[in-house]
């Protein structure tokens, strides 16, 4: 595409591989594609990790967890279906009296804080809204009718 671009003056569309990137095959995908000639290699590499915030103990821990594979890369990395679980916020009075246990960390700040921030250039919620399954970004307040 580089080539072409050069030669015809177009536009250049970037390529890009998504994957979950929680196996050894995708590791060795990602190498791959960003290791070849600058003509050759992907514009950029999209994951999703859907482990990574529920193994680690602290958000230093998860940051590291998170971008360990990525800190040589010469690529931009987003990271796709990234989420929140809202669990640990007092329930609604009209949800059940007992809601799930918290989740131990919260992966949204984890994301747009360093030194994850130095090695990704953005990501994609899960769910933006927080739904029946206590994942989003936020609470909607409950509608009135005026």
Same mark, same amino acid.
């Given at each position: 595409m $580089?080539?072409?671009n050069q030669i015809? !003056?177009?536009r250049i569309v970037p390529v890009a591989y998504g994957a979950d990137n929680d196996g050894s095959r995708d590791r060795q995908i990602f190498e791959f594609l960003r290791t070849r000639e600058q003509s050759e290699r992907i514009d950029f590499w999209t994951f999703?990790?859907?482990t990574w %915030?529920?193994?680690s103990t602290s958000q230093s821990q998860s940051s590291s967890d998170l971008t360990a594979p990525f800190t040589h890369? %010469?690529?931009p990395i987003f990271l796709s279906e990234n989420s929140s679980n809202f669990s640990s916020l007092p329930p609604q009075p009209t949800q059940s009296p007992t809601p799930p246990p918290p989740h131990p960390l919260n992966p949204t700040k984890? /994301? /747009?804080t360093s030194p994850t921030t130095? $090695?990704?250039s953005g990501g994609c919620p899960y769910e933006f809204n /927080? !739904?029946?399954n206590d994942y989003g970004l936020i609470r909607l307040l409950p509608t009135n009718p005026i």
């Open positions: $580089h080539r072409q015809t !003056g177009q999703a990790k859907y %915030n529920t193994t890369t %010469n690529i984890t /994301l /747009l130095s $090695h990704f /927080l !739904g029946s």
